[in-house]
């Protein structure tokens, strides 16, 4: 399959401060990528569709202005959480859509911890 | 917007037995099923997908049945061996976000020795 990466893998960060979360797609292009959120034993949930040159489209509840999302080009999305409490700390993983292929794959995930 | 029922959502088999996992899904025009094994702390691997104008798909010990009228698909394993331990995730879509995809709650399933 594609191969997706994801960066940094594991991140601790004070509340307050911002983290940034890189999502790229090594082998293929994709237009369309997409960022969940994953607590201990639960389901991924849906944050936001990041389309490339566009801005993204995020899902209900979720705070587009806590959450940047920037796609600025076929390979590369990236995700800040801005300001980041406690309540932030969970597993993100990004997918990337291989148009080709019409599959999404998923990176390897970022932990990240809010002290 | 679409929902994604997953059941059961732990499953414990012995080695060699079979494993089924169900789900449905609400939306008529999700065309899209794909099944998603995670190993704890790892990413969710795709294993197989099927598309709708398509009723059966098998790949070695996997295959994955979905009856779109009833709209419900399910992935069976045969001949479990202990790798096969994980949670399993269906989802399906496209949804209202596009391609985004809807996800079950996920299923733990245990093979043991």
Not at chain 1, 78 to 89: G, M, R, W
Not at chain 1, 96 to 115: C, H, I, K, N
Not at chain 2, 43 to 57: A, T, Y
Not at chain 2, 67 to 74: D, G, I, L, Q, V
Request: aromatic share 10%; proline share 4%; hydrophobic share 30%.
């Amino acid at each position: 399959g594609a191969v997706v990466s994801q960066h940094p893998s594991w991140v601790i960060c004070k509340s307050g401060t911002s983290v940034k979360i890189e999502c790229r797609s090594l082998d293929f292009q994709a237009t369309t990528m997409f960022w969940y959120r994953q607590f201990p034993k639960q389901s991924l949930m849906l944050m936001a569709t990041s389309n490339e040159g566009s801005k993204a489209t995020y899902e209900q509840g979720v705070e587009k202005d806590k959450f940047l999302i920037n796609h600025a080009s076929l390979t590369l999305s990236t995700l800040t959480v801005t300001s980041a409490h406690p309540e932030d700390s969970s597993f993100y993983i990004c997918s990337a859509r291989d148009s080709l292929r019409e599959t999404q794959y998923f990176g390897p995930g970022t932990r990240l911890l809010v002290l | 917007g679409e929902n994604v029922e997953q059941h059961p959502s732990t499953l414990s088999v012995q080695e060699g037995d079979s494993a089924v996992i169900k789900c449905t899904y609400s939306d008529s025009a999700s065309n899209y099923f794909p099944w998603y094994k995670q190993e704890l702390g790892k990413r969710p691997q795709l294993i197989i997908d099927i598309r709708s104008n398509v009723g059966e798909k098998k790949d070695q010990r996997i295959a994955v049945t979905l009856n779109k009228t009833a709209k419900h698909f399910s992935l069976h394993i045969t001949e479990t061996q202990p790798e096969d331990s994980a949670v399993y995730f269906c989802a399906a879509g496209p949804t209202n976000s596009g391609y985004a995809l809807n996800f079950g709650k996920g299923t733990s399933l245990l093979v043991t020795p």
